[in-house]
């Protein structure tokens, strides 16, 4: 953990706090929000949509809101803490680091619902450990086991990209995945 007082310095839970009361701006009727802690471990976001859809399908879409710590050497009148928009770009702290995985999301299960498309049952699990290893990620897991149940469908909204000129998909990820 890059910041060993989190838990007294509370910019994590305000992250995740934040993020909790953005959930409202999409009204998806039905979604619930909430912040889960688990003693000594990074808040996580939990959202649960239900799904429009005659399946019983389950869709788990995973991304982190946490970062990396700021550093030296940005450019004239740039720095991690003020975001700038140049040349139809963001600048700033954390800016390219997927933090769009929620908005995303729930922007996408509001553009479903507006076209009235089905989708499948969503569940964000939102962590803030990424940057450290997803240390927390497996606690969070097992505790949530019941919530989740088991997905059809796993979406990590955290991958690289060759440039930002261009939207990129991954198709795959190799790791492991014990449970």
Known sequence: MFDSNWQTNGHMQRAAELLEAWCEVPAIAGLTAEIVT???????????VPSTA??????????HYDKQP????WEEGLD????????????GRGGADD?????????????LRAA????????LMIEGCEESGSYDLPFYMDHLQDRI???DLVICLDAECGTYDRLWLTTSLRGMLLG
């Open 38 to 48: 688990l003693p000594g471990r990074t808040p996580l976001l939990w959202i649960e």
């Open 80 to 91: 991690p803490w003020t975001p700038v928009i140049r040349n139809g770009r963001l600048y």
């Open 149 to 151: 149940g088991t997905p």
């Open 54 to 63: 005659t399946t019983n399908e389950t869709v788990l879409l995973y991304g």
């Open 99 to 111: 933090g769009y995985a929620m908005f995303g999301s729930l922007s996408a299960i509001a553009a």
């Open 116 to 123: 009235s498309i089905p989708h499948a049952r969503c569940v």
């Open 70 to 73: 700021e550093f030296t050497g």
